[in-house]
């Protein structure tokens, strides 16, 4: 059963083309991820399925609602977290939660259970105002607000981005204790690293959809073979490996180059002799297991070409 459904969507602004033809769906009481780099489209396409932005043509929809027709019936069933903290900077915890409840009609107590996992970090300061809580205690609080009316969808968009690594993997074990509740949630990153943490994935890149699949899925599909290279002279390596006839793509990742080469009987030895002719030192060339970076690389590839 599908509870989002995106046909042939598409928004610009101005001669900026936001998202093209943006079609998938997204089934019941998953954790779905849109992939991407800053301004792929993913907030766009976030702000027209909260009823926020209207799209210049396609159409969405929201357990059967139209984003545009029954857009006040959606606002009720849905909890959405903008990628900027939008909550009242001069409101504390408990009045900024107190706030929102009101405002779908409920309250704190009806509805504790549901954020308590979440809402017991940060209560020891629910006299403490919003704008004087660290990043991580303002992504909390955001999500508390979202919850607070027993939504049966969530929409977050880069929830984790600024804030730092603890946090970060303390807000995904909640986004799977309330997967477990029976909450579907399509969550934005442009941590390629959070890919892995969702059931299914779709991966965007300049408005337009890559792919959409299962992480494993994704990784399963690349076709090239893949090696982390590495040398002593690091930036030189990159170089040289984007001038080469026997390397078809290569990119920086963290202390090695990931790279795929054309057809090569021997890639290992030939790579290495190519290398050491250029006067490398240090040469170091291992088989490797793609990442969804490394799959979304090849596919933004291929689209470029």
Same mark, same amino acid.
């Given at each position: 059963?599908?509870?989002?459904?995106?046909?042939?969507?598409?928004?610009?602004?101005?001669?900026?083309?936001?998202?093209?033809?943006?079609?998938?769906?997204?089934?019941?009481?998953?954790?779905?991820?849109?992939?991407?780099?800053?301004?792929?489209?993913?907030?766009?396409?976030?702000?027209?399925?909260?009823?926020?932005?209207?799209?210049?043509?396609?159409?969405?929809?929201?357990?059967?609602?139209?984003?545009?027709?029954?857009?006040? $019936?959606?606002?009720?069933?849905?909890?959405?977290?903008?990628?900027?903290?939008?909550?009242?900077?001069?409101?504390?915890?408990?009045?900024?939660?107190?706030?929102?409840?009101?405002?779908?009609?409920?309250?704190?107590?009806?509805?504790?259970?549901?954020?308590?996992?979440?809402?017991?970090?940060?209560?020891?300061?629910?006299?403490?105002?919003?704008?004087?809580?660290?990043?991580?205690?303002?992504? $909390?609080?955001?999500?508390?607000?979202?919850?607070?009316?027993?939504?049966?969808?969530?929409?977050?968009?880069?929830?984790?981005?600024?804030?730092?690594?603890?946090?970060?993997?303390?807000?995904?074990?909640?986004?799977?204790?309330?997967?477990?509740?029976?909450?579907?949630?399509?969550?934005?990153?442009?941590?390629?690293?959070?890919?892995?943490?969702?059931?299914?994935?779709?991966?965007?890149?300049?408005?337009?959809?890559?792919?959409?699949?299962?992480?494993?899925?994704?990784?399963?599909?690349?076709?090239?073979?893949?090696?982390?290279?590495?040398?002593?002279?690091?930036?030189?390596?990159?170089?040289?490996?984007?001038?080469?006839?026997?390397?078809?793509?290569?990119?920086?990742?963290?202390?090695?180059?990931?790279?795929?080469?054309?057809?090569?009987?021997?890639?290992?030895?030939?790579?290495?002799?190519?290398?050491?002719?250029?006067?490398?030192?240090?040469?170091?060339?291992?088989?490797?297991?793609?990442?969804?970076?490394?799959?979304?690389?090849?596919?933004?590839?291929? $689209?470029? $070409?």
């Amino acid at each position: 059963m599908f509870v989002i459904e995106i046909h042939h969507l598409s928004k610009s602004y101005g001669m900026v083309q936001a998202l093209e033809d943006v079609s998938f769906s997204v089934e019941k009481d998953i954790i779905f991820g849109l992939i991407g780099p800053d301004g792929s489209g993913k907030t766009t396409l976030f702000r027209i399925l909260a009823t926020l932005l209207k799209p210049d043509s396609g159409e969405a929809s929201i357990n059967g609602l139209d984003v545009i027709r029954d857009f006040k $019936k959606i606002r009720q069933i849905i909890g959405y977290m903008p990628g900027r903290f939008s909550l009242y900077h001069d409101l504390t915890v408990e009045e900024n939660l107190s706030f929102y409840a009101k405002v779908f009609g409920t309250t704190i107590e009806k509805n504790y259970d549901l954020i308590r996992d979440i809402y017991q970090h940060i209560e020891p300061y629910k006299t403490r105002r919003a704008g004087q809580l660290s990043g991580g205690m303002k992504q $909390k609080l955001a999500l508390s607000c979202a919850l607070i009316h027993s939504p049966d969808i969530l929409i977050l968009d880069e929830p984790t981005t600024g804030i730092d690594a603890v946090s970060r993997k303390e807000f995904w074990e909640m986004l799977m204790k309330l997967k477990g509740r029976g909450i579907t949630i399509i969550v934005s990153t442009s941590y390629m690293d959070e890919a892995g943490l969702c059931h299914r994935v779709g991966l965007i890149q300049n408005g337009h959809i890559l792919t959409v699949d299962a992480p494993e899925v994704i990784r399963n599909q690349f076709e090239e073979k893949l090696f982390a290279v590495r040398s002593h002279e690091m930036y030189r390596l990159v170089r040289d490996l984007e001038s080469s006839k026997m390397i078809r793509t290569a990119f920086m990742f963290g202390q090695s180059v990931h790279v795929t080469l054309s057809e090569t009987r021997d890639p290992v030895n030939e790579l290495t002799v190519y290398l050491e002719d250029l006067g490398h030192t240090g040469i170091q060339i291992e088989p490797l297991f793609p990442g969804i970076e490394d799959c979304f690389m090849e596919l933004m590839t291929k $689209k470029n $070409k």
